[in-house]
């Protein structure tokens, strides 16, 4: 098996079906990434099943395409025996890789195999070099970035690591980090972790300052970012080290993977052949054409928060034709700025995409009264729409009009992949020898496989008395490769004298050589194997472990409070580390230890960051990215160190994988419901496990700053003025309430649930377990409400109070009620 290097470039394609799967490979594909059943991050989508397995890969590899299973969600412990059937299957079958989320289940891949490849997910949150180096021992092929990282960081991070970096060029944008949105999870127990987005960041939103409504005109959509297209940038990202260029799309259609793939294959192969290509306007009007929201750059070429949302719409709109300049009885005029033909799909936006919008297939194009033939191109065109499309009483002049489909494009798309000889084709060397009296000795050489067959005649060569056997014609014979993977490339002939050898010999030879070469391709990748999995004994709770209460502040104020209380532990988690050492101060001034908390993402050259914590002083560090661990266990500190929810722990492998590496403690992810949490308590060592009991939920974690965006004319924090130092912002729904949006020192943003979570009518079933330690998390509570919520947390610890009480009290005196979240479902 070709191990994958850095030195290379692939082409990764997503496909949803066989359809898309057929795409993919017959435009330029050199690997393709899909589901299989419930274990993904789209279950949404059609999806394979396991045992179509061997038929995809043997397929795949059969146009040496390779093929990726996406494994990557949280993986919880009533599934672990099901996630081993699919690992297993994946082994069997020679699957290339497995896309990985959860910690737990690459600790079961290796323990099931030292070798079979393994891909860190983008749900992994890797975004810098020293996240990628906690992954080392586990001999991660491929580290997906996460799509934040700029060209500047991607190439820092090449730079410090071997691994093979692959980065999402191409598709949708989630606004939040990937692996770090709980919002789907908190309102409708469809987490993102699990492959169940709701995609709530797509609905419109009230952008509330100070309390007070701000007036937006038609902006709405103040978390839905526009869709990625990095093509113009496949240059510099090659430079900057990335490895494999990764397309979304797993829920698109295969024109659109036809389409997306053909356009990068060109970028790349065109820059890899050293020449100049610039990508054409009718290209990127076709990759729009296929699916887009407006395209950016992301955050690739650095934050610019004013370019990646639109703000006025959150689904695809295809390609912008112009603006109604009048309403005609039978159409409207209008201004094209791109190609318009019969048959093209069109919607008018009056700016209010969340209402039925006009539209439907363009009947006529005119220009001055006059019917136009083929498509015209631009200036001023009267636009025909049928009568039972459009309604013309409700199109109104100004309105946007967009081309939002091309039947034309779409059938030279499907043309791409709808027979199987028009797929790629491979070149074959063969080298002929032989003498009279013994038979002809065939080698085929497949060199882009790395295969080679060996044919021999069924009959001795005879010596040729008319025409004997030439280069040409073994070249004729053998070239007939027609409705095969393959080409003839070259013929080598080297006999001794004059032979002859009948053409239905050549013939068969050639048949027998190109069925043993696909065979070869298709014959499933081998891997290591092992057969005896031991068993790691449970480590059990040494007698009664007191229960510790933890009070995480985000204020000065609520520090004081909890200080004045008998909590055992204080968390300072504030927007800015420079705060931390009066934090430390407080806490020492009342004896109470204190752990700070790490930012959620830890990207190149924030380690000053990180010392800053160290120089605090802390008691512990409480540890939020994968970075920030591999950091702090280099430093070898002597002080604890604690894994946040943002670890994403959901099964007992991931618990146990965290602990041996050096972390004191263990907060499951916020995706585990009450029975879930049971679960994992009844296989992890319960002592070392941390319980969040009360909360306001931490939903969106994005790089897109609210702030900066809507109430400041800059475009990132070095020019944005710090608004988030004088005004709050919080996010209205539908329904009305207002999440708290909340900023950290490196201007990333975080939204709150509006209502709180708690979790106290579970704290019998956590104490039964063994657990010992339970956070209690403050957002813009008053050092009277910190006061008021510890004791009754500690009354329920000490078991004084039902947490059903506990649950009633908290309802009455909370203005928006509370809510059990994730854990009642």
């Known amino acids: 098996?070709?191990?994958?290097?850095?030195?290379?470039?692939?082409?990764?394609?997503?496909?949803?079906?066989?359809?898309?799967?057929?795409?993919?490979?017959?435009?330029?594909?050199?690997?393709?990434?899909?589901?299989?059943?419930?274990?993904?991050?789209?279950?949404?989508?059609?999806?394979?099943?396991?045992?179509?397995?061997?038929?995809?890969?043997?397929?795949?590899?059969?146009y040496n395409v390779r093929g990726y299973v996406t494994f990557n969600i949280l993986v919880f412990e009533n599934e672990l025996h099901d996630a081993r059937k699919l690992v297993r299957a994946c082994i069997d079958a020679g699957v290339d890789a497995l896309i990985v989320q959860d910690m737990g289940l690459v600790e079961i891949i290796r323990e099931m195999s030292p070798d079979f490849p393994i891909h860190g997910s983008t749900q992994m949150t890797v975004t810098s070099a020293e996240a990628v180096e906690f992954l080392k021992p586990?001999?991660?092929?491929?580290?997906?970035?996460?799509?934040?990282?700029?060209?500047?960081?991607?190439?820092?991070?090449?730079?410090?690591?071997?691994?093979?970096?692959?980065?999402?060029?191409?598709?949708?944008?989630?606004?939040?980090?990937?692996?770090?949105?709980?919002?789907?999870?908190?309102?409708?127990?469809?987490?993102?972790?699990?492959?169940?987005?709701?995609?709530?960041?797509?609905?419109?939103?009230?952008?509330?300052?100070?309390g007070e409504r701000k007036e937006m005109g038609n902006i709405a959509y103040v978390l839905?970012?526009?869709?990625?297209?990095?093509?113009?940038?496949?240059?510099?990202?090659?430079?900057?080290?990335?490895?494999?260029?990764?397309?979304?799309?797993?829920?698109?259609?295969?024109?659109?993977?036809?389409?997306?793939?053909?356009?990068?294959?060109?970028?790349i192969d065109e820059y890899l052949a050293g020449r100049d290509y610039e990508i054409s306007k009718e290209d990127l009007r076709e990759l729009e054409q296929s699916f887009s929201r407006g395209f950016t750059y992301g955050f690739l070429k650095g934050t610019n928060h004013k370019t990646l949302l639109d703000g006025t719409y959150p689904k695809s709109r295809g390609v912008l034709l112009g603006t109604v300049k009048k309403v005609l009885k039978d159409g409207v005029l209008c201004d094209i700025q791109a190609p318009l033909k019969r048959g093209d799909g069109i919607v008018f936006d009056a700016g209010r995409p969340d209402l039925k919008e006009e539209g439907g297939r363009v009947y006529d194009i005119r220009k001055q009264g006059s019917k136009l033939e083929g498509e015209a191109q631009e200036g001023l065109i009267e636009i025909v729409a049928g009568r039972h499309d459009v309604n013309l009483t409700k199109v109104h002049v100004g309105d946007k009009i967009w081309k939002t489909?091309?039947?034309?494009?779409?059938?030279?798309?499907?043309?791409?992949?709808?027979?199987?000889?028009?797929?790629?084709?491979?070149?074959?060397?063969?080298?002929?020898?032989?003498?009279?009296?013994?038979?002809?000795?065939?080698?085929?050489?497949d060199e882009e496989a790395g295969l080679s067959v060996t044919v021999q005649s069924s009959i001795d060569l005879e010596e040729a008395q008319k025409r004997p056997l030439t280069s040409e014609y073994l070249a004729e014979q053998f070239g007939r490769l027609g409705g095969t993977i393959y080409e003839l490339a070259h013929v080598e002939l080297h006999v001794s004298g004059d032979v002859i050898v009948p053409v239905k010999e050549l013939n068969s030879i050639r048949r027998e050589a190109v069925e043993l070469l696909v065979n070869k391709r298709q014959e499933p990748r081998k891997y290591t194997v092992n057969t005896e999995l031991t068993a790691k004994k449970k480590q059990l709770a040494k007698g009664n472990v007191p229960t510790k209460l933890i009070s995480l502040c985000r204020s000065l104020e609520q520090i004081e409070a909890s200080c004045k209380?008998?909590?055992?532990?204080?968390?300072?988690?504030?927007?800015?580390?420079?705060?931390?050492?009066?934090?430390?101060?407080?806490?020492?001034?009342?004896?109470?230890?204190?752990?700070?908390?790490?930012?959620?993402?830890?990207?190149?050259?924030?380690?000053?960051?990180l010392n800053q914590i160290l120089r605090a002083k802390p008691d512990a560090i409480l540890v939020r990215s994968l970075g920030a661990v591999h950091y702090y266990l280099e430093q070898k500190l002597d002080i604890p160190l604690i894994g946040d929810f943002s670890l994403n722990v959901a099964n007992h492998?991931?618990?146990?994988?965290?602990?041996?590496?050096?972390?004191?403690?263990?907060?499951?992810?916020?995706?585990?419901?009450?029975?879930?949490?049971?679960?994992?308590?009844?296989?992890?060592?319960?002592?070392?496990?941390?319980?969040?009991?009360?909360?306001?939920?931490?939903?969106?974690?994005?790089?897109?700053?609210?702030?900066?965006?809507?109430?400041?004319?800059?475009?990132?924090?070095t020019n944005c003025g710090r608004p988030c130092e004088e005004h709050r912002i919080s996010l209205e729904d539908r329904v009305g309430f207002s999440h708290p949006v909340r900023v950290d020192v490196g201007c990333r943003n975080t939204v709150f649930n509006a209502i709180e979570q708690s979790g106290a009518e579970y704290i019998s079933n956590f104490l039964e377990l063994g657990v010992s330690h339970y956070r209690v998390e403050f957002l813009e509570e008053t050092g009277e409400k910190v006061t008021e919520v510890l004791s009754l947390y500690r009354e329920a610890l000490q078991g004084k109070r039902t947490g059903t009480s506990i649950w009633k009290s908290l309802k009455a005196t909370n203005q928006l009620g509370v809510t059990r979240g994730q854990l009642i479902k």
């Open 1 to 62: 098996m070709k191990r994958i290097t850095k030195n290379k470039v692939e082409l990764l394609a997503p496909v949803g079906n066989w359809e898309c799967l057929r795409a993919a490979v017959a435009n330029g594909a050199d690997a393709v990434f899909f589901g299989v059943e419930k274990f993904n991050a789209r279950v949404r989508a059609k999806n394979f099943q396991m045992d179509e397995l061997p038929t995809i890969m043997a397929y795949l590899h059969k």
């Open 138 to 210: 586990f001999d991660i092929e491929v580290v997906v970035l996460g799509r934040e990282n700029n060209l500047k960081q991607i190439k820092t991070i090449s730079d410090k690591t071997k691994v093979p970096l692959e980065v999402f060029v191409h598709g949708a944008l989630c606004v939040s980090y990937s692996g770090q949105c709980l919002t789907s999870e908190m309102w409708g127990g469809r987490s993102a972790n699990r492959g169940e987005c709701a995609q709530a960041c797509r609905l419109p939103y009230d952008l509330i300052v100070d």
């Open 224 to 267: 839905s970012p526009k869709d990625l297209a990095a093509i113009e940038l496949v240059p510099e990202l090659i430079e900057a080290g990335v490895y494999s260029f990764k397309i979304e799309g797993r829920m698109k259609s295969p024109e659109y993977v036809a389409n997306v793939v053909s356009k990068y294959r060109k970028a």
């Open 405 to 445: 489909s091309d039947q034309e494009l779409e059938r030279r798309l499907q043309k791409t992949f709808e027979t199987e000889l028009a797929y790629r084709s491979f070149p074959l060397k063969v080298t002929v020898t032989g003498k009279v009296g013994k038979p002809l000795v065939t080698q085929w050489f």
């Open 565 to 609: 209380t008998d909590v055992d532990y204080i968390y300072a988690d504030f927007e800015f580390t420079k705060d931390y050492p009066q934090a430390v101060e407080v806490a020492r001034k009342y004896a109470k230890p204190i752990a700070l908390a790490t930012p959620r993402i830890h990207m190149p050259g924030e380690q000053g960051v």
């Open 653 to 717: 492998k991931a618990v146990e994988m965290f602990l041996e590496r050096g972390l004191d403690r263990i907060t499951p992810s916020y995706d585990l419901n009450i029975q879930q949490m049971v679960d994992l308590l009844g296989e992890a060592p319960a002592q070392d496990i941390e319980v969040v009991i009360h909360q306001h939920l931490p939903m969106y974690h994005t790089e897109h700053c609210v702030y900066c965006t809507f109430l400041s004319e800059g475009t990132d924090y």
